[in-house]
């Protein structure tokens, strides 16, 4: 059972454009989401997070949105750069949960 | 600061070798710790987690086991490997009382021949 799915598995995009990452969940409990990005042969690295008492949340170029009725969050990178291709993780947790559940990832791939 | 560590970077074994992945954290005290596989074009896979000395959680059955001998040390063994057991391993911690955010470390690339 995939609580967290992230349906694209690869997404193109041209440099300096906005990149779109999405994740749909399925478990009503979870009350908080993570954003990893992965390079090949390294760990995950955090990138941001977001509450479920707010619909949105940002961090320099990346934004975060939390649709808590559809179930439904989005990273938003702008603009993309180059050194923003890699794998995207969505992550979720709730309220004394010691774990994260993940998505399949996302790659992105920035085009100079 | 925190930091993670994991080794070997790259280990290459037969099929029915013992496996012995070892995980350290410094910089803090009582965290919690993770141990997720990731198989070639797959997600993140939690098998083993531990929220203290001696207590692991184990999220997958399989031809693995954790341990924690001390508080930030996190051990992934195997008694025989199989093929299947190729994949990326990676360690994690975090402050589970403080925040959900988890912290991992640079993985291990474990191939079974």
């Known amino acids: 059972d995939q609580q967290v799915k992230q349906n694209s598995p690869s997404l193109s995009v041209q440099e300096g454009r906005i990149s779109i990452l999405n994740c749909d969940y399925t478990?009503?409990?979870?009350?908080?989401f993570l954003w990893y990005k992965k390079y090949p042969a390294e760990g995950p690295t955090f990138l941001i997070s977001?509450?479920?008492?707010?619909d949105k949340n940002e961090d320099g170029r990346f934004t975060v949105f939390l649709n808590k009725s559809a179930k439904h969050l989005s990273l938003h990178i702008v603009p993309s750069q180059p050194g923003d291709s890699a794998v995207y993780f969505c992550?979720?947790?709730?309220?004394?949960?010691?774990?994260?559940?993940f998505g399949t990832g996302t790659r992105l791939t920035i085009i100079p | 600061s925190q930091t993670i560590h994991q080794w070997p970077a790259t280990l290459v074994q037969p099929v029915g070798s013992p496996l012995s992945l070892e995980c350290t954290v410094e910089?803090?005290?009582?965290?919690?710790l993770y141990w997720y596989r990731q198989a070639a074009g797959r997600g993140l896979q939690l098998l083993f987690y531990?929220?203290?000395?001696?207590?692991i959680s184990s999220e997958v059955p399989q031809n693995l086991s954790a341990s924690r001998p001390q508080d930030r040390q996190f051990i992934l063994s195997s008694k025989k490997l199989l093929l299947s057991d190729s994949g990326f391993y990676l360690c994690?911690?975090?402050?589970?009382?403080?925040?959900?955010?988890?912290?991992f470390g640079p993985g291990t690339r474990l191939t079974v021949t």
């Open positions: 478990n009503s409990m979870f009350d908080y």
């Open positions: 910089g803090t005290s009582n965290p919690n």
């Open positions: 994690a911690w975090n402050k589970g009382t403080v925040s959900y955010e988890q912290y």
């Open positions: 977001i509450s479920s008492i707010k």
């Open positions: 531990s929220v203290g000395i001696g207590q």
């Open positions: 992550a979720a947790s709730h309220f004394g949960n010691e774990k994260l559940t």
